[in-house]
């Protein structure tokens, strides 16, 4: 299902909206920005309604009324729309002249979701991405390989992570870079452990540090095929740093724990626990979560994270598992400005973290609810493990 919007829509982004998606601090008390950001739901809400016919019928049917959002408690109470939803339905708040960048969700197979960004949302979404990890301490003007754990890029490819990850790499420059998983033609990928181990036993032998990033997943099996090898362990050149992007889920029985795989990276890799770098993202949400040095998943200045009930959907007090939910209004081409993901999580205080860092909620992702044929990125490449 394509919802057109209307063909009046012009250019205007409220001001509220332009103002909160360029607040430069990657990691704000959330009180300092509370006015904004309630002003900026309210207007960006206002924006959804005026220009999708979709969500101008899903907030009539849930009794969402604009000139009510005048708090925090109000934002908050704002009905969810599923990530899912986006798998089954192409909905926009923009024509498709206005389209940008245009992203899929999934891999090779299962439902994708279809996510169209405009110039403004696409533009303030990858700002977010430099401020996060710049404060994380990842840019560097020295040259690093690339060992890239997703799919190889090819013309009219979609899928966001490969968009992610290419993105990764203007944080250092290119040196080498190496694909693991491989495009074979035809749109067709096959996963190369073979070639990525001995890629990381001849960039162990140089200088350039090696950046090593994409689905943990596939790390992992890269370090079980050099034990399998019976290889000695390597030391990966000073510098060399690993970004993780995107999960498990199609091989959740085959995941090792956290501590289990950074213990592996670092005897195998010779990459301390600091430079492990988590991340947390979704082409239906485009604000970045990075962790921290403590390995925490915080929340930036441009969104908030809630954990919702199970069967309500309300929002669960700190500590409570449910679904993971996050509230911004940086997107102005689709109503995704209040989504429900799949994920379960919980969510922790900002004083809860040592790290010192970040004044902010984090949040620990759990594992996925359930089990369905609809599959993420994650997924769909991990069947090509089988």
């Not at 090898?229 to 030391?235: E, S, V, Y």
Request: charged share 20%.
């Amino acid at each position: 299902m394509i919802n057109e919007p209307d063909g009046r829509v012009g250019e205007d982004i409220p001001e509220s909206v332009r103002r909160f998606c360029s607040i430069p601090e990657a990691y704000a008390r959330d009180e300092m920005y509370e006015d904004l950001f309630v002003a900026a739901m309210r207007e960006v809400t206002a924006l959804h309604m005026e220009r999708s016919p979709w969500y101008r019928c899903f907030a009539e049917q849930n009794g969402i009324v604009v000139d009510h959002l005048r708090s925090m408690a109000d934002v908050m109470a704002l009905p969810p729309v599923h990530a899912n939803f986006f798998k089954f339905h192409e909905i926009r708040s923009i024509p498709l002249s206005r389209v940008a960048v245009h992203l899929t969700s999934s891999g090779t197979t299962g439902q994708k979701s279809q996510m169209f960004f405009d110039a403004f949302t696409i533009g303030h979404a990858r700002e977010m991405v430099d401020r996060a990890l710049r404060t994380r301490g990842i840019f560097s003007e020295a040259a690093a390989h690339y060992l890239v754990n997703a799919y190889e890029p090819f013309e009219g490819i979609k899928v966001g992570t490969s968009n992610t990850n290419q993105y990764l790499m203007r944080y250092a420059p290119v040196a080498e870079q190496f694909w693991t998983l491989r495009h074979i033609g035809g749109g067709r990928h096959e996963f190369d452990s073979f070639g990525a181990v001995a890629r990381l036993k001849t960039w162990a032998a140089g200088d350039t540090p090696v950046r090593i990033i994409g689905f943990p997943a596939f790390l992992h099996f890269i370090l079980e095929r050099m034990r399998a090898l019976g290889m000695d362990d390597l030391r990966l050149p000073e510098g060399s740093l690993v970004i993780f992007g995107g999960g498990w889920k199609g091989h959740a029985d085959k995941a090792v724990s956290k501590d289990t795989l950074f213990a592996d990276i670092e005897r195998q890799l010779g990459i301390p626990s600091e430079h492990i770098v988590e991340t947390y993202g979704a082409v239906e949400h485009s604000v970045p979560y990075v962790g921290c040095k403590r390995h925490r998943l915080h929340q930036p200045t441009w969104s908030r994270v809630l954990v919702r009930d199970l069967k309500t959907l309300k929002p669960v007090p700190d500590g409570t598992p449910g679904f993971l939910s996050f509230v911004s209004p940086y997107i102005t081409s689709a109503p995704a400005h209040n989504v429900v993901m799949g994920d379960l999580a919980v969510r922790h205080a900002a004083d809860n973290c040592p790290c010192g860092d970040h004044p902010t909620p984090w949040f620990e992702v759990l594992g996925r609810a359930g089990i369905s044929a609809n599959k993420s990125c994650a997924a769909a490449a991990a069947e090509l493990l089988k």
